[in-house]
C-alpha cells in the first residue's frame, strides 16, 4: 500500500511531457516484461499486473492535468469576454 502512495506522490510532480516519456518507458518495459514471461515464467508475475496499474495511474494523472489546463483556459476566455 505505501509503494502506491510513494508513487502516486512522485507523479504529481512532473509536468506532461514526464508523464508522457514516463508512460513510454513503462510500456517498453511492460512488452519486455510480458515477452521474457512468455519464453521462460518470471519469478514474480504479479510485477506484469502492478506495471500495468502504473501505467494507467501515469495515464490517469495525465488526463487529469490535461483537464485542469483546458478548464483553466476556458476560464481565462469566460473572464477575458466578461
Request: aromatic share 4%.
Given at each position: 500500500?505505501?509503494?502506491r502512495i510513494d508513487f502516486v506522490k512522485s507523479i504529481q510532480g512532473l509536468n506532461e511531457s514526464d508523464l508522457q516519456s514516463r508512460?513510454?518507458?513503462?510500456?517498453?518495459?511492460?512488452?519486455?516484461?510480458?515477452?521474457t514471461h512468455a519464453i521462460s515464467p518470471l519469478e514474480n508475475p504479479m510485477s506484469i499486473r502492478a506495471l500495468r496499474k502504473d501505467i494507467a495511474r501515469l495515464k490517469t494523472a495525465l488526463a487529469q492535468k490535461a483537464a485542469s489546463q483546458?478548464?483553466?483556459?476556458?476560464?481565462?476566455?469566460?473572464?477575458?469576454a466578461g
Open positions: 500500500m505505501s509503494k508512460i513510454k518507458e513503462d510500456e517498453l518495459r511492460l512488452k519486455k516484461l510480458e515477452f483546458e478548464g483553466k483556459a476556458a476560464g481565462a476566455k469566460l473572464q477575458a
